[in-house]
């Protein structure tokens, strides 16, 4: 039996792969990083063997706060000058 976690115990998570972004829920990276590649797949089937190939270290995988923000954004410059 497969159990999913509740929608409450998943975290947001950004998954960038080349020029390519994602938005999905999750309990941890590794789990984002599943099911980003399951979701990347489903936007681009030409590519699927591509994305189920490529190393996982050529993801990005960035929490996202509640707030909408990701964790290790940081303001442009210019503002505050």
Same mark, same amino acid.
């Given at each position: 039996? +497969?159990?999913?976690?509740?929608?409450?115990?998943?975290?947001?998570?950004?998954?960038?792969?080349?020029?390519?972004?994602?938005? +999905?829920? /999750?309990?941890?990276? /590794?789990?984002?990083?599943?099911?980003?590649?399951?979701?990347?797949?489903?936007?681009?089937?030409?590519?699927? $063997?591509?994305?189920? /190939?490529? $190393?996982?270290?050529?993801?990005?995988?960035?929490? +996202?706060?509640?707030?909408?923000?990701?964790?290790?954004?940081?303001?442009?410059?210019?503002?505050?000058?």
């Amino acid at each position: 039996m +497969v159990h999913h976690p509740k929608k409450n115990q998943l975290q947001r998570f950004h998954v960038t792969l080349g020029h390519s972004r994602v938005t +999905v829920f /999750a309990s941890n990276e /590794a789990s984002a990083l599943q099911v980003a590649r399951q979701q990347l797949c489903q936007e681009m089937p030409r590519m699927w $063997d591509v994305i189920a /190939a490529t $190393d996982a270290s050529r993801f990005q995988i960035t929490p +996202v706060t509640p707030h909408g923000n990701s964790l290790n954004a940081t303001l442009p410059n210019s503002l505050g000058s």
